[in-house]
Protein backbone atom coordinates (compact mmCIF):
# COMPACT_ATOMS: atom_id res chain seq x y z
CA UNK A 1 0.00 0.00 0.00
CA UNK A 2 1.39 3.35 -0.93
CA UNK A 3 1.27 6.65 1.12
CA UNK A 4 -1.13 8.38 -1.06
CA UNK A 5 -3.47 5.47 -1.32
CA UNK A 6 -7.06 6.52 -1.03
CA UNK A 7 -5.24 10.18 -0.34
CA UNK A 8 -7.80 13.14 -1.05
CA UNK A 9 -6.27 16.19 -1.04
CA UNK A 10 -3.02 17.23 0.91
CA UNK A 11 -2.15 21.01 1.55
CA UNK A 12 1.51 22.03 2.49
CA UNK A 13 0.53 25.69 3.25
CA UNK A 14 3.20 27.03 2.34
CA UNK A 15 2.45 29.63 -0.12
CA UNK A 16 3.09 33.26 1.18
CA UNK A 17 -0.34 34.33 0.84
CA UNK A 18 -3.57 34.03 -1.99
CA UNK A 19 -5.07 30.22 -3.02
CA UNK A 20 -2.97 27.37 -1.96
CA UNK A 21 -2.26 24.06 -4.30
CA UNK A 22 -3.82 21.06 -3.09
CA UNK A 23 -0.75 18.94 -3.85
CA UNK A 24 -2.28 15.81 -4.53
CA UNK A 25 -6.06 16.64 -5.78
CA UNK A 26 -8.18 19.89 -7.05
CA UNK A 27 -9.32 20.50 -3.95
CA UNK A 28 -7.27 23.87 -3.86
CA UNK A 29 -8.15 26.43 -0.80
CA UNK A 30 -9.26 30.38 -1.25
CA UNK A 31 -7.54 32.63 1.01
CA UNK A 32 -9.89 34.79 3.09
CA UNK A 33 -8.31 37.98 4.62
CA UNK A 34 -4.60 37.37 3.62
CA UNK A 35 -3.24 34.30 5.54
CA UNK A 36 0.31 34.75 5.83
CA UNK A 37 3.34 32.14 6.54
CA UNK A 38 5.88 31.55 8.97
CA UNK A 39 8.38 28.84 8.97
CA UNK A 40 6.79 25.48 9.45
CA UNK A 41 7.50 21.98 10.57
CA UNK A 42 8.29 21.30 7.00
CA UNK A 43 9.38 24.04 4.79
CA UNK A 44 6.91 27.00 5.49
CA UNK A 45 3.53 27.06 7.32
CA UNK A 46 -0.12 28.92 6.62
CA UNK A 47 -0.04 31.72 9.58
CA UNK A 48 -3.80 32.56 11.34
CA UNK A 49 -4.21 35.78 12.69
CA UNK A 50 -7.31 35.59 14.77
CA UNK A 51 -8.05 39.55 14.95
CA UNK A 52 -7.75 39.39 11.53
CA UNK A 53 -10.53 36.52 11.30
CA UNK A 54 -7.85 34.63 8.36
CA UNK A 55 -8.96 31.71 7.28
CA UNK A 56 -8.31 29.06 4.60
CA UNK A 57 -11.93 27.61 2.49
CA UNK A 58 -13.32 25.01 0.26
CA UNK A 59 -16.35 25.00 -1.28
CA UNK A 60 -18.11 21.48 -0.39
CA UNK A 61 -17.89 19.20 -2.72
CA UNK A 62 -18.19 15.31 -3.07
CA UNK A 63 -14.54 14.37 -2.68
CA UNK A 64 -14.16 16.06 0.67
CA UNK A 65 -17.64 15.23 1.58
CA UNK A 66 -17.72 12.26 4.72
CA UNK A 67 -20.63 10.57 5.77
CA UNK A 68 -20.58 6.58 7.40
CA UNK A 69 -17.29 5.79 5.80
CA UNK A 70 -13.81 5.37 6.98
CA UNK A 71 -11.90 8.89 7.15
CA UNK A 72 -9.13 10.55 8.52
CA UNK A 73 -7.78 14.24 8.89
CA UNK A 74 -3.89 14.69 9.70
CA UNK A 75 -2.42 18.51 10.76
CA UNK A 76 0.54 20.30 12.17
CA UNK A 77 -0.86 23.07 14.21
CA UNK A 78 1.13 25.51 16.48
CA UNK A 79 -0.50 27.96 19.16
CA UNK A 80 1.41 31.33 19.57
CA UNK A 81 -0.66 31.96 22.26
CA UNK A 82 -3.98 31.16 24.13
CA UNK A 83 -6.68 31.83 22.42
CA UNK A 84 -8.78 34.93 23.73
CA UNK A 85 -11.85 32.72 22.78
CA UNK A 86 -12.58 29.38 24.10
CA UNK A 87 -11.81 27.53 21.24
CA UNK A 88 -9.20 27.28 18.25
CA UNK A 89 -10.44 25.87 15.21
CA UNK A 90 -7.55 23.84 13.59
CA UNK A 91 -10.25 22.16 10.38
CA UNK A 92 -13.89 22.09 10.26
CA UNK A 93 -16.91 21.71 7.83
CA UNK A 94 -19.02 22.88 11.18
CA UNK A 95 -21.87 25.70 10.20
CA UNK A 96 -24.07 25.16 13.80
CA UNK A 97 -26.99 28.23 11.94
CA UNK A 98 -28.45 25.76 9.66
CA UNK A 99 -27.52 22.36 11.42
CA UNK A 100 -25.18 21.50 8.87
CA UNK A 101 -22.12 20.27 10.98
CA UNK A 102 -20.05 17.41 10.35
CA UNK A 103 -16.52 17.33 12.28
CA UNK A 104 -14.35 19.62 13.22
CA UNK A 105 -10.29 19.77 14.81
CA UNK A 106 -9.81 22.15 17.56
CA UNK A 107 -8.16 23.46 20.80
CA UNK A 108 -10.86 24.26 24.10
CA UNK A 109 -8.69 26.03 25.94
CA UNK A 110 -10.78 25.95 29.21
CA UNK A 111 -10.17 21.60 28.86
CA UNK A 112 -6.84 22.35 27.56
CA UNK A 113 -7.19 19.67 24.68
CA UNK A 114 -7.51 19.07 20.96
CA UNK A 115 -10.80 17.25 20.66
CA UNK A 116 -12.47 15.90 17.48
CA UNK A 117 -15.88 16.24 17.41
CA UNK A 118 -18.21 14.96 14.75
CA UNK A 119 -22.15 15.27 14.46
CA UNK A 120 -24.01 12.67 13.18
CA UNK A 121 -27.52 14.28 12.51
CA UNK A 122 -25.83 17.34 11.49
CA UNK A 123 -26.86 19.00 15.21
CA UNK A 124 -25.92 17.09 17.74
CA UNK A 125 -21.89 16.80 19.05
CA UNK A 126 -19.83 13.34 19.62
CA UNK A 127 -16.46 14.50 21.01
CA UNK A 128 -13.13 12.26 21.16
CA UNK A 129 -10.86 14.05 23.56
CA UNK A 130 -7.29 14.04 23.29
CA UNK A 131 -6.25 13.35 27.07
CA UNK A 132 -3.40 11.15 26.58
CA UNK A 133 -1.61 13.77 25.02
CA UNK A 134 -2.13 15.98 27.57
CA UNK A 135 -1.97 19.70 28.47
CA UNK A 136 -1.10 21.71 25.00
CA UNK A 137 1.58 24.36 25.45
CA UNK A 138 2.01 27.55 23.04
CA UNK A 139 4.99 28.05 20.83
CA UNK A 140 5.18 23.76 20.57
CA UNK A 141 4.19 21.88 17.48
CA UNK A 142 1.56 19.08 17.42
CA UNK A 143 1.28 16.19 14.76
CA UNK A 144 -2.67 15.71 15.57
CA UNK A 145 -5.37 13.08 13.49
CA UNK A 146 -8.84 12.57 13.97
CA UNK A 147 -10.51 9.99 12.25
CA UNK A 148 -13.93 7.65 11.87
CA UNK A 149 -13.98 4.14 11.64
CA UNK A 150 -17.11 3.24 10.62
CA UNK A 151 -16.97 -0.63 11.02
CA UNK A 152 -15.82 -0.39 15.26
CA UNK A 153 -18.00 2.72 15.22
CA UNK A 154 -15.59 4.98 16.86
CA UNK A 155 -14.01 8.35 16.30
CA UNK A 156 -10.30 9.03 17.49
CA UNK A 157 -7.83 11.42 18.27
CA UNK A 158 -4.45 10.74 18.42
CA UNK A 159 -1.60 13.88 19.34
CA UNK A 160 2.29 13.34 18.33
CA UNK A 161 1.71 9.29 17.71
CA UNK A 162 0.83 8.63 20.98
CA UNK A 163 -2.07 6.60 22.28
CA UNK A 164 -5.24 7.60 20.58
CA UNK A 165 -8.58 8.46 22.46
CA UNK A 166 -11.28 7.16 21.22
CA UNK A 167 -15.01 7.31 21.76
CA UNK A 168 -17.81 4.84 21.03
CA UNK A 169 -20.11 6.19 18.51
CA UNK A 170 -22.73 4.07 16.03
CA UNK A 171 -24.39 7.06 14.44
CA UNK A 172 -21.86 7.88 11.20
CA UNK A 173 -21.05 11.06 10.13
CA UNK A 174 -23.07 13.83 9.06
CA UNK A 175 -22.62 14.93 5.09
CA UNK A 176 -22.62 18.04 5.92
CA UNK A 177 -22.87 21.19 2.83
CA UNK A 178 -21.20 23.53 4.50
CA UNK A 179 -18.07 25.02 3.89
CA UNK A 180 -15.03 22.93 4.44
CA UNK A 181 -12.55 25.87 6.39
CA UNK A 182 -9.12 25.66 8.28
CA UNK A 183 -8.56 28.49 10.84
CA UNK A 184 -12.33 28.94 11.47
CA UNK A 185 -15.50 27.39 12.20
CA UNK A 186 -18.93 28.84 10.02
CA UNK A 187 -20.78 29.59 13.47
CA UNK A 188 -17.76 32.38 14.02
CA UNK A 189 -17.41 33.89 10.40
Known amino acids: MALTDSLISFWELGEASGARADSHGT ?20 QFTRANSEFLSLADNASISVGNIDFTFALWTYLDSEPVA ?17 HIIDYLTSADRFRF ?25 YFIIGWHDATANTISIQGNNGTADATAHAGGVFDASST ?9 L
Open 27 to 46: NHLTDNNTVTQVAGKVGNAA
Open 117 to 141: VISSTGSDAVVATANNLGAVSTATW
Open 180 to 188: FLIGAKETV
Open 86 to 102: DVATMLSQWEGLGNQRS
